[in-house]
Every structure is written in C-alpha cells, then in structure tokens.
C-alpha cells in the first residue's frame, strides 16, 4: 500500500472506525464485553449500546488502540511506517515524520508491537536451530540491574559470542524458507534447550540443524538430528544453518542502525516485531490489512508507558482463548 492510498482510505476518525468495525464484526456487531448481538449504535457517534448487559462500547475495546488519545489516522501512519521499515524504525524518527511527541509515538510502537506477538507457531520441516548473544559492552556502570546489558551500539566486547560478559542470548528456530520463532532464554541448558525444542517444532515430521553447541546433544533422543561442525566445515547444500544466521544479522544490524540501544527489559517485543516481519515478508501489499486483523484481535499489553506484566512473560505465554459468553 502507497501513502497516497493510505490517506485514502484511512484519512479520517470516521473511516477508520467504518474499517475496524467490519473487520473485527464482518457487518455483524456484538458486544465485546458479553458477546450479545443485541445492540444498537449511539447516534452521531462512535459508541455502541448492549440492551444485554447495558453497557457502552467502542470497536476499539479489548485491542492496542484501547484508551489511546491519538487519532486514529495518525496511529495508523505509525503502524503503516514501523511495517515497511524492514530494519526497524525508532520512536524518534517516528515523532519527527507523523508530528506527535516523542512519548506518544514509543507508546504507539509498542502496543504495535503487542500485535506482533505470536506464540502459537508450530515449526516443522527441515529446521534450524541457533542461538545468538544480544549486547556490547557497557560503556559505564548502571545503577538498574535491569539495564546490565547495552543492547546495540557501544564498544565491541573483549570477548564475542558465547560466554561473552553483559550479554542477553537468545534463541532462534526457523523453517528453511519458513517462518522464525525467537525466544529469550537466560540459562542455554540441555534441558531448557529440548523444551523448547519440545514446544516450537514437530518432531515427527522435522529435520534439525545445529551448530555443535554442546546442549543439543540431547536432540538425538526427539528428533532427527543433524550437527554441522563449524570447526570442520560451515556445511553444504541443505545442511547449514545458514538460514538462521541471516535472521540474526538482519535482526542484529537492526538494533545497530536503528535504535542504537534498547533495554533488556524491553528486548522481548523487539523480537517479536523482528519476527514478525520475518514471517510476514512475503505479504508485501496485504502486510498492513494483515497487521490491523491482529491489531483488533490483540489486547494491549501496556498502560501508561508500562508493560501490564514482565515482558518475557507476556511475549512468551501462551494466548488463552476468550469464553464466549452466551
């Protein structure tokens, strides 16, 4: 989608709340606090009425845009703008090109990035799997525990990789020409390793592919394993982990170049959004219809520039289904 099209068909308050409403109700609405299809609008307004359980509601109840003050044209703008900036884009730059304050457009890109959360993938096929180390070096002492790690710009450390100091790892699952799924995991163990593998992969239909990292030795007992030695060789044809290597420099360089440094607390829904593009790479002119079908599916995961929850928990956990109540 251009920009010219996008002030077409987003350009005011009341179009974009004609889009929300269809696309969240299909021309069917109910009320998003007791599922009853009892209701009426309130006139000249944005407002619906349940004659049910008598309470007023907007389409933007139980989703990212809940409680905000932005315009809607200008919200989505914003998310129009972080989805085509494949390397990522900063809260900063966002300010300066939609004219909102730096603080409005930070909040606006997480709960954004609320939407991109997807946890509920299933890998399977021929799979990589690899693990990668966040950070640089600390340029001076923090007072927060929390901020330990200076993820992004800084000073190249002493040590790279594994076992490096003052760095967050993570790891990364992908589907040769597939979709990624990336988690933070502090303690790179066999057992939290096979877990996840456990959890992310179907391991009756899957091929995996690692490095000769020592905590996939266990892989063997779960699935067919395949272990490419670096030491010896960097692979060949289908045996690599090449795949996986290149989301990390895109997700990587994208840190770098974009937004210099993030925190630690704050790196879960950066993954998620890198992720997110990933797999959705391939969508191109339904990338933002795509992005506004999660957007009024999804609950903002933040209130008043604070998660609702730790970060790690919220990103990682498993959606629960909604009750619906009859």
């Not at 021309?27 to 998003?32: D, G, L």
């Not at 409680?67 to 730059?93: D, V, W, Y």
């Not at 070096?137 to 002493?158: D, F, Q």
């Not at 163990?189 to 593998?197: G, I, K, V, Y």
Request: aromatic share 10%; with cysteine.
């Amino acid at each position: 989608m251009s920009i010219n099209l996008l002030n077409k068909d987003f350009g005011t308050q009341d179009k974009c709340i004609a889009y929300l409403e269809k696309l969240r109700w299909d021309k069917k609405p109910k009320c998003v606090f007791c599922e009853s299809t009892n209701v009426k609008k309130r006139p000249k307004t944005m407002r619906w009425h349940c004659n049910t359980c008598k309470k007023d509601y907007s389409v933007m109840v139980g989703t990212i845009f809940e409680g905000t003050r932005l315009e809607l044209p200008t919200f989505i703008q914003i998310m129009f703008l972080m989805i085509n900036a494949k390397m990522g884009i900063s809260a900063s730059e966002i300010a300066r090109n939609t004219g909102v304050k730096y603080q409005t457009a930070w909040m606006c890109c997480h709960k954004i990035r609320c939407a991109m959360i997807n946890n509920e993938l299933r890998l399977e096929g021929l799979v990589e799997f690899d693990e990668a180390y966040i950070g640089g070096k600390k340029r001076k002492p923090k007072k927060s525990e929390e901020n330990n790690a200076n993820l992004g710009g800084g000073s190249v450390t002493t040590k790279r990789g594994r076992g490096a100091p003052n760095k967050v790892p993570i790891v990364g699952v992908v589907e040769k020409k597939g979709k990624v799924y990336v988690k933070i995991i502090e303690k790179l163990t066999s057992r939290n390793l096979l877990a996840l593998l456990k959890s992310k992969v179907n391991t009756e239909e899957s091929i995996v592919f690692t490095d000769g990292f020592k905590g996939y030795t266990h892989f063997d007992e779960v699935v067919e394993h395949i272990t490419i030695k670096h030491s010896e060789s960097y692979g060949k044809g289908v045996k690599t982990v090449n795949t996986i290597e290149g989301f990390w420099s895109i997700l990587k360089n994208g840190i770098k170049g974009s937004y210099r440094a993030i925190s630690k607390k704050y790196l879960p829904f950066y993954l998620a959004e890198f992720s997110y593009k990933y797999n959705s790479r391939h969508l191109r002119k339904d990338a933002l219809a795509e992005m506004l079908k999660n957007a009024v599916k999804d609950e903002s995961c933040l209130l008043n520039y604070k998660p609702k929850g730790n970060p790690k928990e919220i990103v990682y956990r498993q959606k629960k289904q909604k009750k619906v109540v009859s």
